[in-house]
């Protein structure tokens, strides 16, 4: 009868901090150049053990910080009771090195409370969020996406009152416009609750950030700014060059279509394989080191399916 043992920190995951550490915006908080994402690989459909050991791996690398959400899974919601699970099990002696992120934007649940950005789904979802995954409070929490109908005032004064509450430290908001940041921003300064972070979608294929002027606003304003998809779901990887291989994301045509793989596409991608080849590293490592080169960005988020993977991931950290 195997026995599972305790989990014990590396004594060594902060040997580098001065290297792998970023400071957020203006902030106090420091965020570790590549992130951990709850996206894929944590929900109730993947292997427990295989989630333990990716995180165990980050962790005792000084990846300090999960970033998760209400709707991660699948199904809706699991992603975040095995970050709950983690906790009871392992992280709880952790609790105060660790920097855990969730939000609230997309479906959830069904009816009108369910979605977007009121003030009844924000709280309501942060509720749940706190019971699945074990928490008295969040590091940061974040509206998911931006909500046109709403009032922007109601669902900004929702996050200061979050804050307030103590149910969480910071907050964020994730693929809102330019104006919207804007107004955002000079919304919670005035109530002493500062925007902490952005979250937006940043990679070498997909540059909408820079074209609207997002991560310069952010870089001059003091806000941080994490990049979610650096690897464009994999597109950024080896694993496409050479056509869509069988098992894969694209081939299941869950989140990849396969008409995304244009033969332009696949020309312009075989090319940066050479270039990165050419510097000695792998596309996935080149992709993520441009990331981590453009201005005001603070971490990239990145999703792992083993500890493998992660370890060719976090290698743009330190060297």
Known sequence: MNIKQPYVASPHRYDQQDIIYRRCGNSGVLLPKVSLGFWHNFGAVDPYTRSRDITHYAFDHGITHFDLANNYGPPYGT???????????????????????????????????????????????????????????????????YDPVTPLEETLQALVDIVRSGKALYVG???WPLDALKTADEYLRRRDVPLLI?????????????????????????????????L????????????????????????????TLTPELLQHLQDLNEQALSKGYTLAEMALRWILDQRGVTSVLVGASSTAQLEKNIKCMIE
């Open 79 to 145: 992603a975040e009771e095995t970050m709950g699970k983690l906790m009871r099990e392992d992280f709880a002696p952790y609790r105060d090195e660790l920097f855990i992120s969730s939000k609230a934007g997309y479906d959830m649940w069904e009816g009108p409370y369910g979605n977007w950005g009121s003030r009844k789904y924000l709280m309501a979802s942060l509720n749940q969020s706190l019971r699945r995954m074990n928490l008295d409070y969040v590091d940061l929490f974040y509206s998911h996406r």
């Open 173 to 175: 908001i994730s693929r």
């Open 198 to 230: 952005y979250q937006g979608k940043l990679n070498m294929l997909d540059r909408e950030p820079q074209e609207q002027h997002i991560t310069d606003y952010c870089e001059e304003h003091g806000i941080g700014f994490i990049s979610f998809s650096p």
């Open 232 to 259: 464009a779901q994999g597109l950024l990887t080896d694993k496409y060059i050479h056509g869509i291989p069988e098992g894969s994301r694209m081939s299941r045509e869950s989140s990849l279509k396969k008409d």
